[in-house]
């Protein structure tokens, strides 16, 4: 299984950015797809995922301001992240985790990561 997360960047405070995952070697309807981040200095948080029916969960940090998406044929997962804030900046990770019931929320229940995308949002 390889996750390959892409898309970030440096943007100014109020502006957008796509993150893009791509998932290979893996039954991709099988797999919960969520987004984590991890700030210098601070432990990984959960940000966003998807089922492979589209049900979407969002930390509160980010609701409202992120659309978490999926290509199920493309075996692609997108983050839209609109209005940034400085503190949004992290280093931005892909995860898969087999569709099973528990925590979707926690690092730990993911099976698998990307090598992560850094945001860096500026004032």
């Known amino acids: 299984v390889q996750l390959q997360a892409s898309g970030g960047g440096s943007v100014q405070a109020g502006g957008s950015l796509r993150l893009s995952c791509a998932a290979y070697?893996?039954?991709?309807?099988?797999?919960?797809m969520g987004w984590f981040r991890q700030a210098p200095g601070k432990e990984r948080e959960f940000v966003a995922a998807?089922?492979?029916?589209?049900?979407?969960y969002y930390a509160d940090s980010v609701k409202g301001r992120s659309t978490i998406s999926r290509d199920n044929h493309q075996k692609m997962v997108y983050l839209q992240m609109n209005s940034l804030k400085p503190e949004d900046t992290a280093v931005y990770y892909c995860?898969?985790?087999?569709?099973?019931?528990?925590?979707?929320?926690?690092?730990?229940?993911?099976?698998?990561w990307g090598q992560g995308t850094l945001v860096t949002v500026s004032r």
């Open positions: 995860a898969a985790r087999y569709y099973r019931g528990g925590d979707i929320y926690t690092s730990s229940s993911y099976d698998n």
């Open positions: 070697g893996l039954t991709f309807s099988n797999y919960v």
């Open positions: 998807i089922t492979w029916g589209g049900r979407t």
